[in-house]
């Protein structure tokens, strides 16, 4: 039996989250306290594992079959997202900037992205999520570049955003590695190098409240 390409992105998504939830599991130690740069970027983590699988499941069960839940699961994949990108701009925050930019932050990036969850349910915009998570991804890739100078940036987070940004322009211009496989199980296949980029520099990012 053939798979096709909703097979194929099923799959990877499931492969993908593993490997995501697997990595955020081993962010949450004993030493990293609440509140911290580490705990919100294990946090955040946790929810891009999330929505691999909940992307997973639509497409493995409910797309396939045209199921009701398909129009449901689709949205609480991309309302995920959304959540995501705010605990990026928290973690990124917290490692870098102080507390009145931290602020502005907290307030831009939550405003931002309750906007974009209300768009959600109202078209059906992939792009709409996508522009905030690649935002929270900006901000990120530009507080490590500049924290490198002062030893709080990171070179394997650093990676890992570029990476990230390489896999989400393959759906773009449709490319595939080879004919039949579909460009969404090629974009997750893709991103699994930046899984391990991104535990790697989780480990570098504040264990302590910034406050304590």
């Not at 995501?20 to 740069?37: C, H, M, N, T, Y």
């Not at 990676?159 to 896999?167: E, H, L, Y």
Request: charge should be positive; hydrophobic fraction near 55%.
């Amino acid at each position: 039996m053939m798979l096709n390409e909703l097979s194929y992105s099923a799959l990877t998504d499931v492969i993908l989250a593993c490997l995501q939830a697997f990595a955020a599991g081993l962010l949450i130690r004993p030493d990293v306290e609440k509140k911290s740069a580490a705990w919100f970027w294990a946090i955040a983590m946790t929810l891009i594992a999330t929505t691999f699988l909940l992307g997973a499941i639509d497409h493995g069960f409910f797309e396939t079959a045209r199921h009701w839940l398909h129009e449901p699961l689709k949205i609480a994949t991309r309302v995920c997202a959304a959540i995501t990108s705010i605990f990026i701009c928290i973690a990124a925050a917290l490692q870098f900037l102080g507390r009145r930019s931290r602020k502005a932050v907290y307030i831009i990036s939550t405003s931002v992205n309750a906007v974009v969850i209300t768009a959600l349910f109202l078209s059906d915009n992939f792009f709409i999520v996508m522009a905030s998570y690649s935002a929270s991804m900006l901000l990120m890739l530009g507080m490590h570049i500049n924290g490198l100078r002062k030893g709080t940036g990171s070179i394997a987070m650093i990676i890992g955003v570029v990476i990230t940004f390489i896999a989400s322009s393959l759906p773009i211009i449709g490319y595939e590695f080879f004919t039949g496989f579909g460009i969404y199980a090629t974009y997750h296949i893709a991103l699994m190098p930046a899984v391990l980029c991104f535990y790697i520099g989780g480990l570098k990012l504040n264990r302590k409240p910034i406050d304590s």
